[in-house]
């Protein structure tokens, strides 16, 4: 038995990821909706608002390119995309801004489902997922935060430990795995070549397209130098008290 789980990140942020939390609230609450639909409803909600390759094709049905990215087919689909937006979104987000994260995230979503269309082999199935989305964050991580530590859980035998690894190993151990699954054909049910266009697309964005957010402040520019014997002594502040020219 073998296991590796990042749990959190030791990188805080100067704001509250209040966007990264929204994405996580609207998932949830999705896929709560999705537990009340009988097994036929449930498939036909995909059905309808998955992204299919044909939407690049055809050109038609562009909405599902946002619609499939809050769907999931199973629990553990949604909790462990819940998981990586929560341990790698504040950072993004808070580095971005809320309006630039924002359509970075949809667009790494298309760039995802862009790649896993040219690699579908023609067959025409509907994805569903916001791991797209989410690759092309862990894609930027990897870019802005190599050294920030990532707590991960631990487990081979009987050995249980939350031991700290540098997110480069992290991300890039996950990377290899898609890169590994994608190679060699794997018909798990998983779209891997959408984790990889959507890392490939955070990393180049990050790297080349997106800049950083900077907070703006109010800034006086036409200004008046006053000497403090020109100021009447009712105007200044009373805690500066009163200097010896005022006496």
Not at 210 to 230: G, H, L
Request: some cysteine; hydrophobic content about 50%; proline content about 4%.
């Amino acid at each position: 038995m073998f296991l590796l789980i990042p749990i959190s990140d030791e990188n805080p942020t100067p704001r509250k990821p209040l966007l990264t939390w929204l994405l996580i609230a609207a998932n949830l609450l999705v896929y709560a909706y999705q537990m009340t639909l009988t097994n036929y409803g449930f498939n036909a909600l995909i059905n309808e608002y998955g992204v299919r390759p044909s939407v690049f094709f055809e050109l038609t049905n562009f909405h599902t390119l946002l619609t499939s990215a809050f769907l999931h087919a199973d629990i553990w689909h949604l909790l462990f995309n819940m998981l990586f937006l929560y341990i790698y979104g504040d950072n993004i987000e808070s580095y971005l801004g809320r309006t630039k994260f924002l359509v970075f995230y949809v667009m790494g979503g298309v760039a995802a489902a862009l790649l896993q269309a040219l690699f579908s082999g023609g067959v025409d199935v509907p994805m569903i997922g916001a791991s797209g989305c989410i690759s092309a964050i862990m894609g930027a991580y990897w870019v802005l935060y190599p050294k920030a530590k990532i707590n991960v859980f631990f487990w081979i035998f009987i050995f249980i430990q939350i031991i700290k690894v540098p997110a480069s190993i992290v991300i890039g151990f996950w990377l290899l795995e898609q890169l590994i699954s994608a190679g060699n054909g794997s018909y798990d049910g998983v779209a891997y070549f959408a984790h990889i266009g959507g890392f490939i697309f955070g990393y180049v964005g990050i790297k080349f397209f997106f800049s950083e957010y900077e907070e703006k402040s109010n800034v006086i520019r036409n200004y008046e130098e006053v000497n403090d014997q020109n100021i009447p002594i009712s105007q200044k502040n009373k805690s500066q008290g009163l200097s010896k020219n005022d006496r």
